[in-house]
């Protein structure tokens, strides 16, 4: 029987031993001073789980889980689960960037997501899913076609999902408010309520999914002075875990190249951003039409990963 030690960065004096059936792996960060790092978490007092504090752990500690991107070992995850259900904001991987999620019906890890990433309450929030069911749930569901000839879209969909795009739905009563723009002051677009959706193509991303059985809100991780895409999930952890993050989960290093972002509340579904998704023959690229339906769909494509 092996076992590893976790340290608590700042309390020389504080080590546990606990003995597991096999070592996980543990990443060393450059700058063990702001970071907790740990390959799972430690079982910690109900008082230090429970979630009344802007941050998770009274000390300021993030969680830091390394991952196989196979998904091989999806019983660390297990502790990332229980903290978002308690209202844990953090980092998760996808088929393109990481994300900043947390759970889509807590209203204050919704905020806490704003506050951290810097959001304004008036910006809509991208939202995650693990099946076609969440979608179904979540929004008004893809054009299924017409007696007036319009095109069943969801058939060409489901061959590309799960997948690298980032599909725009006019959402559904059940979506929190939180998730679309509430407080704007233009009238003419107070109407139209629409939220971008993934349902990424990554291991990690969906084991995460369909342990919490119901979808992440999310957003892009960029750094905030650069405005560049961050895809290291050390340097992620070491600049937003000092702004109020929970977690971090590790997948390895990202390729900066966001989901392709396609309106499907217009027909035909036009492209908004071109990513990593390929155009497919049902869509059309973004022309210089500014009508209220692109002006809304270009505000989601901010927070699309």
Known sequence: MSYWQAKLYGHDSLSLSIHFPRPPRVRTLT??????????????????????????TKDGGLLY???????????????????????????????????????????????RLRRIKNI???????????????IDTYTTGFPRGDSQGHANIFRAVKHCLPGPYTFILTASKELPKQCIRNKTAAAKYAVRKNVGVRMPDDAICQAILEKTDAPLISTSVKC??????????????????????????????????????????????????????????????????????????????????
Request: proline share 8%; hydrophobic share 40%.
């Open 65 to 111: 889980v390394e991952a196989d991107s196979s998904g091989a070992d999806s019983w660390k995850l297990e502790p990332i689960v229980d903290l978002l259900k308690q209202g844990a904001v953090g980092v998760i991987p996808t088929d393109t960037l990481y994300a900043i999620v947390c759970d889509l019906n807590n209203p204050l890890a919704i905020e």
């Open 31 to 56: 700058k063990p001073q702001r970071l907790v790092v740990l390959a799972m978490a430690v079982k910690r007092s109900p008082k230090r789980l429970k979630y009344s504090t802007p941050r998770f």
């Open 224 to 305: 905030p002075k650069e405005n560049e895409w961050l895809i290291d999930p050390v340097v992620i952890a070491d600049m937003y875990g000092p702004e109020g993050l929970d977690f971090v989960v590790d997948g390895g290093v990202r390729v900066a190249d966001p989901s392709t972002v396609v309106d499907m509340t217009v027909m035909p579904p036009k492209i908004i951003r071109q990513g990593k998704g390929p155009k497919l023959n049902w869509m059309v690229a973004e022309d210089d039409n500014e009508s209220d339906a692109v002006y809304e769909a270009n505000l989601v494509v901010a927070s699309a990963t």
């Open 120 to 134: 304004e309450a008036s910006k809509p929030l991208s939202i995650l899913c693990h099946s076609f069911r969440d």
